[in-house]
């Protein structure tokens, strides 16, 4: 089966969404969804912002927020992963684009709503690129398992080969 659905996975800090941003910035793809980044106050680390590839915002996690929804001591905002990562993969399908989900990991599966939007993502023609934890649970799995998925663990070491190998999966002619 072709390879259609693609995911880095490694470490934390190991440059996941780096990654993503500059194999997207590279290729120039047409594409669609969110990524996320550390919310950082005097360097310390606070939470995590969502952003969809429109620039739009919001808040996915926060110290300092209140949700019944908890990672650690991140409290999880399902209202902004819903209003911005789901519905700029929603809007990526309708529009045919590469669909990048950053990421697939323990805040976001506090979102049905997300977790049923990345399934029908991965079963759409769309490619999807994106990033999923390393820990095994039972939905990310299911994506690791199957057929038209490959999933990359990033080191500093591999870092290029990935890029290029997902440069070469991503391609039209792919």
């Not at 429109?54 to 300092?64: D, M, S, T, Y």
């Not at 700029?88 to 990048?100: F, G």
């Not at 994106?130 to 199957?146: A, E, H, L, S, V």
């Amino acid at each position: 089966m072709k390879i259609k659905n693609i995911f880095i996975t490694g470490k934390p800090g190991c440059g996941k969404t780096s990654l993503i941003m500059e194999i997207l910035k590279e290729l120039d793809f047409n594409a669609g969804g969110f990524y996320t980044k550390e919310i950082r106050e005097s360097g310390i680390r606070k939470g995590f912002k969502i952003t969809n590839l429109n620039g739009k915002e919001g808040i996915l996690a926060h110290v300092n927020i209140k949700s019944p929804y908890k990672v650690s001591k991140y409290k999880v905002n399902t209202k902004d992963l819903e209003e911005i990562g789901v519905k700029s993969i929603l809007n990526a399908l309708k529009e045919n684009k590469i669909i990048l989900i950053d990421e697939v990991g323990k805040m976001e599966m506090m979102s049905e709503k997300f977790k049923k939007t990345v399934r029908t993502a991965l079963n759409s023609k769309n490619k999807v690129l994106g990033t999923i934890k390393m820990t095994p649970d039972p939905f990310t799995n299911k994506i690791k398992g199957r057929d038209d998925a490959k999933i990359f663990y990033l080191t500093r070491e591999n870092r290029e080969k990935i890029k290029k190998e997902i440069i070469r999966l991503l391609s039209p002619t792919n």
